[in-house]
């Protein structure tokens, strides 16, 4: 059984940078493509980012692009997630996600192509 757990996350003030990092433990992490994703309240859960299995590839939301880097360290079971230039809209519960999916082209923006989930940190950007 794979377990996700989140940390890192906090209340920054619009403008700052954040790091979240996801640990992976009961599984082998290198076979796992990764994704983050995010829910605001009242809101659906959104794709964030995602990273293919030897972390050659990452893809971005637009709304993030530019302003978050995904990155994995297969030996540490981790996946970072770097936030610069935080704002408001920016504030929800993030997600760390695992995928065992394969596609030609290595990017998973799907709720449906993630297996297994953690529980979620919060970030919280303030003005």
């Known amino acids: 059984q794979v377990q996700l757990v989140e940390s890192g996350g906090g209340l920054v003030q619009a403008g700052d940078s954040l790091r979240i990092t996801c640990t992976a433990s009961?599984?082998?992490?290198?076979?796992?493509?990764m994704g983050w994703f995010r829910q605001a309240p009242g809101n659906e859960r959104e794709f964030v980012a995602s990273?293919?299995?030897?972390?050659?590839?990452?893809y971005y939301a637009d709304s993030v692009k530019g302003r978050f880097t995904i990155s994995r360290d297969n030996a540490r079971n981790t996946v970072l997630l770097v936030m610069d230039d935080l704002n408001a809209e920016d504030t929800a519960v993030y997600y760390c996600?695992?995928?065992?999916?394969?596609?030609?082209?290595?990017?998973?923006?799907?709720?449906?192509?993630?297996?297994?989930w953690g529980q979620g940190t919060q970030v919280t950007v303030y003005s």
């Open positions: 009961g599984g082998t992490f290198g076979s796992y493509n």
């Open positions: 990273i293919s299995r030897t972390g050659r590839t990452t």
């Open positions: 996600a695992g995928s065992m999916k394969w596609n030609v082209n290595n990017v998973y923006t799907s709720q449906d192509d993630y297996d297994f």
